[in-house]
């Protein structure tokens, strides 16, 4: 089976399926924050759409992966945000759907394709040549972002959730937290230094 996975994850062809499917899905996602980048700040651009940051970060990667190089800073980001934003969004439409009883259409597919960015992320941390110090930069970048976000009012809107707020961040803060750590899990095998 691990054998089998391994495969798949190398092929190449299947690399540059990902690699198209994670472009399209970051253009999509960067769209789909359009009204509320056009009344961003300019200073708060770079952090507002989280999510489609994360899967750029991916793509990043995937380009490199496909020609058997790495880029350990955007390895780090990638897994790091991609399992924070993946599992943020399923929560906070999971949520949506508890507070108001439904989601459209749009909020089942956020909640799949934000389910597979989190898997995706972690499948590929065997591949990863990340550090310590790689990760401490992605962490800074992450942590960060939540201050932007909760702290200067930059979140994703979601107006159903407007309310809870502040229990959206504290829970925010921590799974920055729970990433951090899990990016140091899946890839410490791979660590052959200490910073």
Known sequence: MKQALSYILTDRTFLILLFIVNLLGTIYGYYWYGYQLSMTDPIFLIFVPDSPTASLFFTIFLGFFIFKKNAPYIEALAIMTLFKYGVWAVVMNGLTLVEIGHLPWTGYMLVISHGAMAIQGLLYAPYYKIKLRHIMVAAIWTVHND?????????????????????????????????????????????NETV
């Open 147 to 191: 201050i932007i976000d909760y702290v200067f009012g930059q979140m994703p809107i979601y107006p159903a959730l407007i309310e809870h707020m502040k229990v959206i961040g504290y829970f925010t803060f921590w799974l920055s937290i729970a990433a951090i750590w899990i990016t140091y899990l899946t890839t410490r095998p791979n660590q």
